[in-house]
């Protein structure tokens, strides 16, 4: 495994209440896998990407469990370790990533101090053949390397930070919403691009999206965090084509050009547990159509049904529905 989460909880402080935003995850991933992390807005993925690189600031954010990468136990890691290791083997990529650019300063002389903060010894012209070998790679034209980012289209500029995220060969890329804000044909050559980059760099890439048509087309695995809890992991075509998890159905439902055909919009009824008093039983249960009183009562715990294939839900451990699933 190249990454590896067992029971990672993040919980908020906030005011005088705990707010359990990440609750018990645990779920690994090969190198060379894509993972793609779907669930509605405020269901904690953000907060997971963030406590695994420590960007939660430790006053008001407690972060317990262990996260396994490469060998070693990054909760273990000083904050200097952990430093040395950002963006020379994990990097991230945000929807608004680029805002980090001065917009007083030429890409090119960015792109020099980035690359001289973990290479000091760096030449100019050495900083310069690297941003070009990388604009490449993502179809950037080169003259961008004199520009100013205010003088960059959208496109260009998420492109920009992907390169800049790749810069020292991580081994995990970790996109959150980063391409969400392009237009759809935009976001399909830079996923093509990543793609492509990938094959030949033995990337493994984490990407966060409340599209499902990116995750179905780009990514090998799917999670389904629902209230920071796990609901669903499995590969794509478990998930999407043989799911388990009600969850999962309302949100595959949610977006019916999956099925090429035209029917109503079917979200989910209802609105997320407040997480500062979840429920006591499976989070899901007050959405649920199928809950009963074991699932308001007693949480479910992940349960491999098929080889790789987990889902949390009551509904399959009761043997009548084991029998037609
Ligand atoms: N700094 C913070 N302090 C307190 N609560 C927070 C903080 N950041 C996030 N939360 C809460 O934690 C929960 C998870 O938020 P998070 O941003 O991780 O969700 P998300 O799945 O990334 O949502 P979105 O799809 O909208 O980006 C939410 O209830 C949110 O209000
Ligand atoms: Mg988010």
Redesign the pocket.
């Known amino acids: 495994m190249l990454l590896e989460l067992q029971d990672l909880c993040v919980t908020?402080r906030?005011g005088k209440k705990d707010?359990k935003?990440v609750d018990h995850v645990s779920f690994g991933i090969e190198r060379g896998d894509t993972l793609g992390i779907i669930?509605?807005?405020?269901?904690?993925?953000?907060?997971?990407v963030m406590a695994m690189l420590r960007q939660?600031d430790p006053r008001?954010?407690k972060i317990s469990g262990s996260i396994h990468f490469k060998g070693q136990e990054l909760t273990a890691l000083s904050n200097d370790e952990f430093k040395r290791l950002l963006w020379k083997q994990i990097a991230i990529v945000f929807q608004k990533s680029m805002n980090s650019l001065s917009p007083v300063h030429r890409i090119g002389s960015q792109f020099e101090d980035i690359y001289r903060a973990h290479q000091p010894h760096a030449s100019k012209s050495e900083i310069h053949s690297r941003a070009l070998e990388l604009f490449a790679l993502v179809n950037l034209p080169e003259r961008i390397y004199h520009l100013y980012p205010h003088e960059l289209s959208g496109g260009m500029m998420q492109r920009l930070s992907i390169v800049l995220s790749l810069m020292f060969h991580p081994d995990l890329l970790i996109m959150d919403?980063a391409t969400t804000a392009l237009d759809v044909v935009t976001q399909g050559q830079i996923l093509r691009e990543i793609m492509k980059l990938e094959q030949g760099m033995n990337l493994t890439r984490i990407m966060?999206t409340?599209d499902l048509s990116v995750v179905t087309s780009s990514c090998r695995k799917i999670m389904v965090?629902y209230a920071?809890c796990m609901m669903e992991f499995g590969s794509v075509e478990q998930v999407i084509k043989n799911h388990l998890h009600p969850y999962t159905e309302g949100l595959i439902r949610s977006f019916p050009s999956l099925y090429g055909e035209k029917q109503a919009l079917r979200g989910i009824s209802g609105t997320?547990p407040d997480?500062t008093n979840p429920p006591v039983g499976c989070v899901f249960a007050p959405r649920c159509p199928y809950a009963t009183a074991q699932c308001r009562e007693q949480r479910p715990v992940m349960t491999e049904y098929a080889p790789g294939h987990f889902a949390a839900c009551h509904r399959y451990s009761r043997e009548e529905v084991k029998q037609h699933a």
């Open positions: 908020y906030t707010l935003a669930g509605e807005s405020g269901s904690g993925k953000s907060t997971l939660l008001f954010a919403e966060i409340h965090l920071g997320l997480l």
